[in-house]
């Protein structure tokens, strides 16, 4: 079992940057792709990014390319998500997730552990 804590969102204005974490326990993750996923208001969940385990390759949705960046430190058990340059609909609350089942990685159906999420509030 991995249990995934995300932490750093709050509130921020149009064009701010904040960076969530998040942080695993109960299991490494360095031998699992990470994602983060959104869910917007009134929304369904979204894929946001990922980033392999392999060789650390990320890839992101179309609307969040050029501003938000993933990356992973194995050794601190923890993944991360930098957005910059936020606009008033990243508002969201946001969730990591490890992958466990060989389907597309932005699918949430391929991730089996998930966080509590953590809310990002971006005011125009």
């Known amino acids: 079992q991995v249990q995934l804590v995300e932490s750093g969102g709050g509130l921020v204005q149009a064009g701010g940057s904040l960076r969530l974490s998040c942080a695993a326990s109960g299991r490494s993750i360095s031998s699992y792709d990470m994602g983060w996923f959104r869910q917007r208001p009134e929304k369904e969940r979204e894929f946001v990014g990922t980033i392999a385990y392999l060789d650390g390759r990320t890839s992101y949705t179309d609307s969040v390319k050029g501003r938000f960046t993933i990356s992973r430190d194995n050794a601190e058990n923890t993944v991360y998500l930098q957005m910059n340059d936020l606009k008033p609909e990243d508002t969201a609350i946001y969730y990591c997730?490890?992958?466990?089942?060989?389907?597309?990685?932005?699918?949430?159906?391929?991730?089996?552990?998930w966080g509590q999420g953590t809310q990002v509030t971006v005011s125009s």
């Open positions: 997730a490890a992958r466990v089942h060989a389907i597309s990685p932005d699918s949430a159906t391929a991730y089996a552990y």
